[in-house]
């Protein structure tokens, strides 16, 4: 197995962040992945450590005061470089439902004005790729997506709105994603997302994991609110791949 | 129950903290000055998970339905009950319907108020720590009233405690952020030379302050932050997160306050002064 040059910091007196190269590549991601699963079984248990993976890096945290800094960094070190090899598990691709029209898709012409696309085609482009979940952040289950087709590039906002819907899918930059809350917003809106992404009332708030895949596909308005009321329900089930059978 | 006569400015039910939850994206909130509960808490003989009300700036009008007995802490913000004045870190026996109510800030920012055995709001991943929309409320100031146990019989080995409330100290105790490396000997002059001051922009997620230093322009790719993670802008603005603060950033981090600077922070207000120490 591939090991990567990875390089330790130290951050404050609780944590510690893990390196790999500075790219967005999946396998280095899936790399980060797999050294997590192994800490976590071998060496760095669950609930005392956190861990939070996020591209090209991993952010240990303990809850322990005052962590011997030097011997963890060369415990880590070492653990990296003899891991046994553990095989992903528990990967998934979820097809998630939005409906792109105008009414939620605020921004859809102005930016097929800026790429010189028709809705259409932003549309096509947008649901064509599998996009990867290289972290969660910013809001509790905001994901932050790699794999956007280049032709679908455009620049943020230049007046954040105060308010963006909770589902509001989103486009900014190399990245796209959805918001999981109402919350002020600079990204161009093309559509509506009606699957929560973050519900506090479960174990499990967030479906998601770092390391998912996302694919999107569009439905009707008609669909859309079909499915506001299944979710309201409880019938909903979101459709589902896994990636590690 | 504990009646919200009037809400006051902000206030909020916290506990140690939500853990477990940082990889999807939820900060671990929790109290801002861990430094003042972890005594109103020690005095009151309580576990360290109970869950106090943490209020900033001016506090609200509050009325116990219930006996029990509560510790007060952190900020100074002449309390009393019944209108006789109360002392900070002193436990005091609550009978029914007496009103605890606040007067004039006289020092720090966020004032604590304990209860026997925490209040009892529900608990959402784990944790009591208001934080919206993962809880039903973000303040106390649409809400009735706040549960707890009633409590008769409680004598404390320990009713008063003599606390140094370091609310006027300015230095804050600092360690290397991730990408303290990447300083260069001028901004670390300016870093530690100098007095900065807290800007308007302060709350539960970051304090901005208003002094500048030379920008960074590192890019970075997204990755994690943490409670008293420093971070530095293009711009060169410093912005502390604190409990509220976003779990990923993209801006380098070059500092980390220790648990003890992130408290004494929490009890500062637009204007104030701090320094930083490593």
């Known amino acids: ?245 | 129950m504990l009646k919200i006569l009037k809400p006051g400015f902000f206030s909020t039910v916290q506990d140690n903290g939500r853990f477990g939850f940082r990889d999807k994206g939820v900060p671990v909130s929790g109290v801002m000055d861990a430094n003042a509960v972890s005594k109103v808490n020690a005095l009151l003989e309580n576990e360290e998970t109970a869950a106090v009300l943490e209020i900033t700036m001016t506090g609200p009008t509050l009325e116990f339905s219930e006996e029990t007995y509560i510790a007060l802490g952190g900020a100074l913000m002449s309390a009393s009950i019944n209108d006789s004045p109360v002392s900070n870190y002193t436990v005091i026996k609550i009978e029914k319907g007496d009103v605890l109510s606040y007067g004039k800030l006289e020092g720090g920012f966020r004032a604590y108020l304990g209860i026997k055995n925490g209040f009892k709001t529900p608990a959402v991943l784990g944790s009591r720590s208001f934080y919206f929309p993962i809880t039903e409320f973000s303040s106390i100031k649409d809400m009735v009233e706040l549960p707890y146990d009633p409590i008769t019989d409680f004598s404390p080995k320990i009713s008063e405690m003599k606390v140094d409330s370091g609310l006027a100290k300015e230095s804050l105790k600092v360690f290397h952020g991730p990408e303290f490396g990447e300083l260069t000997d001028g901004q670390l002059k300016e870093l530690f030379a100098r007095e900065f001051t807290v800007a308007n922009q302060n709350n539960r997620m970051a304090y901005q302050l208003n002094e500048t230093i030379t920008g960074s322009d590192l890019s970075m790719l997204t990755s994690a932050t943490l409670p008293g993670t420093v971070q530095l802008t293009p711009s060169g603005k410093l912005i502390i997160l604190m409990m509220d603060g976003q779990t990923t950033g993209g801006y380098p981090r070059i500092l980390q306050l220790s648990d003890k600077a992130i408290g004494l922070l929490a009890q500062k207000k637009s204007g104030d002064a701090i320094r930083f120490k490593l």
């Open chain 1, 1 to 245: 197995m591939k090991n990567y040059k990875i390089s330790i910091r130290q951050f404050g007196r609780h944590a510690l962040l893990v390196e790999w190269p500075k790219k967005v590549e999946e396998d280095i991601l899936l790399d980060i992945l797999k050294f997590v699963r192994y800490l976590k079984e071998n060496h760095l248990r669950e609930p005392e450590w956190e861990f939070i993976p996020a591209y090209n890096s991993l952010t240990l945290v303990s809850r322990k005061q005052n962590l011997d800094y030097a011997e963890l960094k060369a415990q880590i070190l070492k653990w990296y470089q003899s891991k046994t090899v553990v095989p992903l598990k528990g990967r998934s691709l979820w097809r998630l439902p939005v409906c792109y029209e105008e009414e939620f898709g605020i921004d859809l012409k102005d930016i097929a004005r800026q790429l010189q696309l028709s809705v259409e085609e932003i549309i096509k482009l947008h649901t064509s790729s599998v996009y990867t979940v290289y972290g969660i952040g910013f809001l509790p289950g905001f994901m932050y997506l790699g794999g956007l087709p280049a032709a679908l590039e455009v620049p943020r906002k230049a007046t954040p709105r105060p308010k963006v819907s909770r589902g509001a899918v989103a486009l900014a930059g190399k990245q796209t994603g959805i918001y999981p809350q109402e919350s002020p917003g600079g990204w161009n809106i093309i559509g509506s997302c009606g699957v929560p992404m973050f519900n506090s009332s479960k174990d499990d708030p967030c479906f998601v994991k770092v390391g998912d895949k996302i694919q999107f596909y569009p439905i009707s308005k008609g669909e859309y609110q079909l499915q506001l009321i299944e979710n309201e329900v409880g019938i909903y089930k979101i459709e589902k791949l896994e990636l590690d059978a």
